[in-house]
Every structure is written in C-alpha cells, then in structure tokens.
C-alpha cells in the first residue's frame, strides 16, 4: 500500500525528482553542427565564386571593402551593403527569438525554417537570373537573402545551441580545436586533458562541416554554378527535419501502479 501510494504521488508530480531531458543532449541536436557547417561552408564558397560576396564570412567582405578604398576602386554594391544587412538581420532575429520564447515556441525549430525559407528565396532568384551580372540588382537581393539566412544561422546557434560552437566562423573553432588537440596529445595534467578533450567533442563537428561543405560547395559551383546552391538548401531541409524532430516535447512515463 505504501509503495503504491508513493508511486501515485510520484506520478501526479513527475518532475519532482526527475530531471527533464534537455534538446541539446538529444543526438538529432549534436549532428546539427556539423550540417550547419555544411551549409555555411556550401553557401559561403558558392556565394563567392558566383557573385564575389562572402555570405557567411563577414570578416572577409569587410577586408575586400578596405581593399576597395584604400585602392580607391569601386566595390560592388553587394559588398557595401553585406555588413549593414548581416547586423541588421542578427538583431531583428535576436528580438524575435525571444518572443517566440516568451510565447514558449521552440526558437530552434523556428529559426531553422527561417534559414531555410531566406536560402530557398536565394536559390529561387539566382536561377531565375542566371547569366546576368553579379552587380546587377536582383543578384545584389539574391546575396542580401544569403547573408540574412547566415546572420539567422549566427543566430540561432547562440541562442538554441549555447554549448556549440559557432558553424560559419572557423578561425577561433581552429584555433580551439588545434590548442585542445595539443593538450590532450601531451597528456601532462589529467584535468586539462579532459576538458580539452570535451571541448574538441563539440568543436570538430563544426569544423568538419564547414570544410567538407566548401569542398562540395566549390566542386558543385564549377560544375553548375550558383544553381548549385541547391545543395546548401537541401542540408537546409534536413536540419530543418533534425530540429522538428529533437523540439518536440517529451513526455515522462507514466509511474502510476496499477
């Protein structure tokens, strides 16, 4: 009668002691690294190599500008307008993430439809205007798409994945991951080891990503052009798949006896 009513009450109050599990220690959540670096690796390269502009790379268009006006030459709109819209999109996506938040809506889930919609409307142009000038602009609107579905990407792994490691800028995910790698190949102290070893866990997926989508992305871009961006949306939709998935709410078991 005892253990009954204890599991009565354990059932009317399940998460007296039971810890609820959390999205980002789901393995749908922990392979979404390594897709968002594909895609920002797929995007960035393709965006480069057909319109000149760095969609997931900021810093590099920022380099390319002062390149411009140092040497006094003129630099693609494209290029002048990428940092403004890139700022202005993470801040309209940080206001809206915490909405969806106070309406308890998953920003995950919502943010990775968002990426996908703003990649589909860039894919959508540019084959739509294939063969005319990348300075022309409907190119310079379709590049703005692919820096808003990176600011949104930026994002969303701040803000829904606050453990990963950011998944289009590789320069500190390197720095990192090579500093982590030396310390667990020297074996001198047991505790730097292991976080070393944990923080490489989560920093090689996002690196991995990111240079295997610039690798297709290239290989795709020569063959086909900017229609290969058709790669980058498809990663898109299964991140999309991947996060519906690990958003959805868990239901505890049941504990009541019979």
Same mark, same amino acid.
């Given at each position: 009668?005892?253990?009954?009513?204890?599991?009565?009450?354990?059932?009317?109050?399940?998460?007296?002691?039971?810890?609820?599990?959390?999205?980002?220690?789901?393995?749908?959540?922990?392979?979404?690294?390594?897709?968002?670096?594909?895609?920002?690796?797929?995007?960035?390269?393709?965006?480069?190599?057909?319109?000149?502009?760095?969609?997931?790379?900021?810093?590099? /268009?920022?380099?390319?500008?002062?390149?411009?006006?140092?040497?006094?030459?003129?630099?693609?709109?494209?290029?002048?307008?990428?940092?403004?819209?890139?700022?202005?999109?993470?801040?309209?996506?940080?206001?809206?993430?915490?909405?969806?938040?106070? *309406?308890? *809506?998953?920003?995950?889930?919502?943010?990775?439809?968002?990426?996908?919609?703003?990649?589909?409307?860039?894919?959508?142009?540019?084959? *739509?205007?294939?063969?005319? /000038?990348? /300075?022309?602009?409907?190119?310079?609107?379709?590049?703005?798409?692919?820096?808003?579905?990176?600011?949104?990407? /930026?994002?969303?792994?701040?803000?829904?994945?606050?453990?990963?490691?950011?998944?289009?800028?590789?320069?500190?995910?390197?720095?990192?991951?090579?500093?982590?790698?030396?310390?667990?190949?020297?074996?001198?102290?047991?505790?730097?080891?292991?976080?070393?070893?944990?923080?490489?866990?989560?920093?090689?997926?996002?690196?991995?990503?990111?240079?295997?989508?610039?690798?297709?992305?290239?290989?795709?871009?020569?063959?086909?052009?900017?229609?290969?961006?058709?790669?980058?949306?498809?990663?898109?939709?299964?991140?999309?798949?991947?996060?519906?998935?690990?958003?959805?709410?868990?239901?505890?078991?049941?504990?009541?006896?019979?």
């Amino acid at each position: 009668m005892i253990g009954s009513a204890h599991l009565v009450m354990r059932d009317e109050h399940p998460d007296a002691d039971t810890p609820m599990p959390s999205v980002e220690d789901s393995l749908g959540t922990k392979l979404l690294p390594f897709l968002l670096g594909m895609i920002a690796g797929s995007v960035d390269v393709i965006g480069f190599l057909g319109l000149g502009l760095f969609t997931a790379h900021i810093t590099g /268009n920022l380099v390319i500008l002062a390149a411009h006006i140092v040497a006094r030459s003129e630099a693609s709109p494209a290029l002048m307008i990428s940092v403004p819209v890139f700022i202005v999109v993470l801040a309209v996506t940080s206001l809206f993430a915490g909405a969806l938040k106070r *309406a308890s *809506a998953s920003p995950l889930r919502v943010l990775l439809w968002l990426q996908f919609m703003l990649l589909c409307a860039f894919l959508a142009i540019c084959v *739509a205007a294939a063969g005319v /000038n990348a /300075n022309a602009p409907s190119m310079v609107v379709a590049g703005m798409f692919g820096v808003a579905a990176m600011a949104v990407q /930026n994002a969303l792994v701040r803000i829904a994945l606050k453990r990963e490691p950011t998944t289009a800028v590789m320069t500190t995910n390197i720095t990192l991951l090579t500093i982590d790698v030396c310390d667990v190949l020297s074996g001198q102290q047991v505790d730097r080891v292991a976080k070393a070893r944990e923080r490489a866990k989560h920093t090689w997926p996002a690196v991995a990503g990111f240079l295997l989508g610039c690798a297709l992305g290239a290989w795709c871009a020569a063959t086909f052009g900017l229609r290969s961006l058709v790669l980058p949306v498809g990663f898109a939709l299964l991140a999309v798949a991947l996060g519906w998935r690990q958003s959805r709410p868990v239901t505890a078991p049941s504990l009541r006896a019979e």
